[in-house]
């Protein structure tokens, strides 16, 4: 039983990564018309964005062995999703702005074209090995309150010549769980929040839904596509952090499956729909994880494949997704 | 089935008195609000039909109907007495039924004569053999439907148009490129919407006196949607006046002209 | 100079088998209108048949067994292409624009990840494919070469010319048309469904002959020669060749020589002034530059005018 709820656990957790890569894929599709593959490579840059600032000597200035922690995490979380953002509008302001009224293929191999631009640059500048997450070194741990989410690590030990004396750890699965909960649990929010509360996400639904009529009631929708961007490139930034915090793996192709993914539970979910996003992002989650578990050793290598059967089964019997309207008929 | 009104005679029979096309208490509904409520008609061969109405009388969704683009949701079509109900638009353009649009819907990426090609009805179109061999055969037809495109441009006045794309004409020009593919269909009964809608002077005498000369000629029956009384004075027959989904009268074309002022004048009182 | 030679009427045949793929994308996407993403996958049905029909060959049969199963190769291939293909017309009517996209990637994908997980089609390593051609080596190398360049070129012009003659016919003209204006041109009762179905098996069939020409040529086929950026890369020819058969023939090559070129290090200017740099950033160039070019000639390098005005 409690296997089952751990695969549960791990599931929704997975799916709520894929939702998150999804929503801004989503959006993007809504306000654009635009099948966006380069998203994954949003994910890849808040990746590294956050590998980065995890690798900061933090201990330097801050107080204490907890401060260090929360502060490493919660720096390094914000810095992927600024680095997704600026990848993201960056990528829109060069690559998408003058070919989105063209022609779905054009815009379509302008992203491909990106994403691949995007891993090469990687590739040059943060080379292929993959890596995790770095291990936070602390002063002191036997002072920290959270110990029993803190291991000390396998790894290199830290600077050792460094007063006070530091010791490298890392988080413990249960942990990473925790903070991948809570860091999740904000970003979904902050969606929800930014797309149904704000005006800067009424408008963007606005230009979802009808650009010409947002257009005549004074809606620019330039602005609206580029705040798309960001937010997008920024929820799949939070969710490149985690991806490396929990899976590590951090490289320049780790964006495509996920990247495919996210696109699949966006169809699923009704493309348009941050709900259905993150609904179809739960469901493909829920779904890869549970068979895997349950599964012959032998359908694992479909896993990837599992996706796209659940696509082409959603195109073929409700192809319009879950929650979604009917969009894409030819331009 | 039992309700079809007196199906004489199956397709192409065409005595002087079988209808051509034939709506039957056509009804449609657009998220629960009537556009169309039972509205009948039938055309009969050499039949000019002037349709006229407010915007959103339900004139467009009575042509669409008509021509399979849309399906009612009660109801039925009958072309040259056959039910028609949940075939295809090619179905009834196989049927006899050409059209054009409200809103122009050329093929942009062709010709004006491939334009008009493509919408002749040519035996052995989709042998993928004939196209990639061209035997003689094949480019005998070819000829053919280019001379007999080439005559409907003359028709319209477009001739020396033929080999441009459609980008380059006006919008009147347009208008008369998709009457002349709507007539290479060889059809029994054409419905036009809005034909003259942004023509010149110039260009909607010119459409006038295709219409009169084909309908005369070749007895093919019209139902043309239009807002230009003047152009129904010249052309058709008889008049219906759409309104809010059902046909309020029909007639002489004067009579339903003076019944629609005498309403508005009723309004303005 | 000899090598050079050699290296020449490789990549001849290479850049053959390249226009021919790219002709039957031209007639999905350029003719019938299809959005497709999957097109890698009936390459692949292509080469990965006509590696199990050159399987047959028993070791030392003689030379008119081996045209003979050469010859059922490229017909099984190309035909289990055009099935593949005829598999997708369904679905082509009844999505549109993007979702057919996402039908055929997911179509192909989940072909590539059957035979990946396939351990008789060789899994993620590949299957080397039988020889059924005398292999080119020892002195008659150069000749022997220089035959399969002929024979490639000549059927990449063949599936050039053929595509552009079906483009002007009147079949054509019929599927032209139900691309520009579906409605429209049913309304002229013009069938889409007959449409979908010539060019679905037609294009199918042409990535199909890619694949087995690929398969018999390169001795080797795994997943990874027919990967997503395979695919997505052709389409990008297609789309600046301007979606005619003979363009996309000239944008193939002109993008062949260029990345060739870099690998090479030709171009002796450019790489002597930039050093390293230029080859080690060479994709990542080639991307932009494809970006720009898209971004500034979206109907193609030489658009004909007729397309440019299209939207």
Known sequence: MSYLWAQIVNGLMLGCMYGLIAVGFSLVYGVARLMNFAHGEFFMAGAFGALFTAELPLWKWSGGAGATVFGTLALSALAGAASGAVVSVLVERLAYRRVRRVSRTATFLVAVGASILLQQIGFKVFTASPRGFPDVCIPDPAAVPLISWLEPSAGLPCNALATPPLRAMALSPSGTSAVTFVVLALAISGAFFFVLRTDTGLAIRAVSIDEKSARSIGIRPQPAIVMTFAVGGALAGIAGFLWSLRYGGVQPLMGFIPGVKAFVAAVIGGVGSVTGAVLGGLLLGLLETLSFAYLPGEVSGYKDALALLLLLVFLLIRPHGLLGRKLGEAA | MSSAPEPERPHGGATGDAPVLVGSRLTKFYGGVAALERVSLTILPGDVVGLVGANGAGKSTLLNLLTGAIRPDGGEVYVCGRPMNGQSPAAFAHAGVARTFQKLRLFLSLTVLENICAAMPSPGRWSLRSALLRDRAEVGREDEERAKGLALLRLVGLEDRAHHTVIGLTYGQRRLVELARALARDATVVLLDEPAAGMSEGEERQLCDVLIRINQSQHLAFLIVEHRWALLRRLAHRALWLSEGRIVQQGAPESVFAAILDSAGAVAR | ?311
């Open chain 3, 1 to 311: 100079m000899e090598l050079i030679v050699d290296y020449t009427l490789t990549h001849l045949v290479y850049l053959s088998i390249l226009v021919i793929f790219a002709a039957g994308v031209v007639v999905l996407y350029g003719l019938a209108g299809v959005f497709t993403l999957g097109h890698q996958g009936f390459m692949a049905i292509g080469a990965y048949l006509a590696a199990g029909i050159a399987g047959l060959m028993p070791s030392g049969g003689s030379f008119g067994l081996a045209a003979a199963l050469l010859v059922a190769s490229v017909i099984v291939g190309v035909g289990g292409a055009a099935a593949g293909g005829l598999l997708l017309t369904g679905p082509s009517l009844r999505l549109g624009g993007d979702y057919m996209a996402l039908a055929t990637l997911a179509f192909s994908e989940i072909l590539l990840a059957v035979i990946r997980n396939t351990e008789a089609l060789g899994g993620m390593r590949g299957i080397d494919v039988v020889s059924l051609l005398p292999r080119a080596s020892g002195s008659a190398r150069l000749a022997i070469l220089g035959t399969y360049a002929l024979a490639s070129v000549a059927m990449a012009a063949g599936s050039v010319l053929a595509v552009r003659r079906l483009g002007c016919s009147r079949l054509g003209i019929a599927l032209r048309a139900l691309r520009d204006d579906e409605l429209a041109a049913r309304s002229m009762g013009l069938d889409n469904r007959q449409a979908r179905l010539i060019s679905f098996s037609l294009g199918a069939g042409l990535c199909g002959l890619a694949g087995c020409l690929y398969a018999h040529f390169s001795g080797h086929v795994s997943p990874r020669d027919f990967g997503f950026v395979q695919g997505a890369l052709v389409l990008l020819y297609v789309v600046l060749g301007g979606s005619t058969a003979v363009g996309t023939a000239c944008a193939i090559a002109v993008v062949y020589i260029l990345d060739e070129g870099l690998k090479l290090r030709c171009f002796g200017l450019l790489t002597g002034v930039l050093g390293d740099t230029l080859v080690n950033w060479k994709d990542a160039i080639l991307a932009g530059l494809l970006i720009a070019l898209l971004a500034w000639r979206p109907y193609g390098l030489l658009p004909a005018d007729r397309m440019r005005s299209k939207r």
